[in-house]
T-cell receptor, first 111, second 113 residues
Framework: QKEVEQDPGPLSVPEGAIVSLNCTYS??????FMWYRQYSRKGPELLMY??SSGNKEDGRFTAQVDKSSKYISLFIRDSQPSDSATYLC???????????WGAGTKLIIKP | SAVISQKPSRDICQRGTSLTIQCQVD?????MFWYRQQPGQSLTLIAT?????????ESGFVIDKFPISRPNLTFSTLTVSNMSPEDSSIYLC??????????FGSGTRLTVV
């Protein structure tokens, strides 16, 4: 079993829909949670960064961390075709700076 | 958060040669990471590079093949040595900034022929 599980998709939704992307993890020591967006042939771009539990909002993006369920989510409101990309979750523990990565979910927003 | 400039952005290299990839950070960072990413896959950590100490390599990666330098807190290089077609991949560097989240360079797309 992988430490971080993420459905690779693809996930296809119509423009304007609310998108929900999720990762589950098994290591209760994880404290730092990140979501990255990666366009084809580009480096990962940090979207959201959360320490410990709770919600964080930035524009159309909301990140949620539920440590009791070992479950993190990224919500995208009013999705746009330009949001079509691969979304990767990553996380680390307090004492280990290395990120553990999900497989990435390919998101397609249909005009 | 930091801005990381990575170069070259892409290269096509002959089998048996070496390529050095550079990452320049616009602020001082203690820790940097080097990754490899195969098409359609997630990131695989090659090594962790701290200034003033030897890089720490992950299982399956060795210093002779992927020597890393970290001469100061704003710069690092990764060399891919004695290349074979199996080394064709995207190579990425990142910082390890816990305050703002980890920032990545734009990547180096390497093709070995």
């Amino acid at each position: 079993q992988k430490e971080v599980e993420q459905d690779p998709g693809p996930l296809s939704v119509p423009e304007g829909a609310i998108v929900s992307l999720n990762c589950t993890y098994s290591n209760s020591a994880f404290q730092y949670f990140m979501w990255y967006r990666q366009y084809s042939r580009k480096g990962p771009e940090l979207l959201m960064y959360t320490y410990s539990s709770g919600n964080k909002e930035d524009g159309r993006f909301t990140a949620q961390v539920d440590k009791s369920s070992k479950y993190i989510s990224l919500f995208i409101r009013d999705s746009q075709p330009s949001d079509s990309a691969t979304y990767l979750c990553a996380m680390s523990g307090y004492s280990n700076y290395q990120l553990i990565w999900g497989a990435g979910t390919k998101l397609i927003i249909k005009p | 958060s930091a801005v990381i400039s990575q170069k070259p952005s892409r290269d096509i290299c002959q089998r048996g040669t070496s390529l050095t990839i550079q990452c320049q950070v616009d602020s001082q960072v203690t820790m940097m990471f080097w990754y490899r990413q195969q098409p359609g896959q997630s990131l695989t950590l090659i090594a962790t590079a701290n200034q003033g100490s030897e890089a720490t390599y992950e299982s399956g990666f060795v210093i002779d093949k992927f020597p890393i330098s970290r001469p100061n807190l704003t710069f690092s290089t990764l060399t891919v040595s004695n290349m074979s077609p199996e080394d064709s991949s995207i190579y990425l560097c990142s910082d390890g900034d816990r305050d703002y989240g980890y920032t990545f360079g734009s990547g180096t797309r390497l093709t070995v022929v």
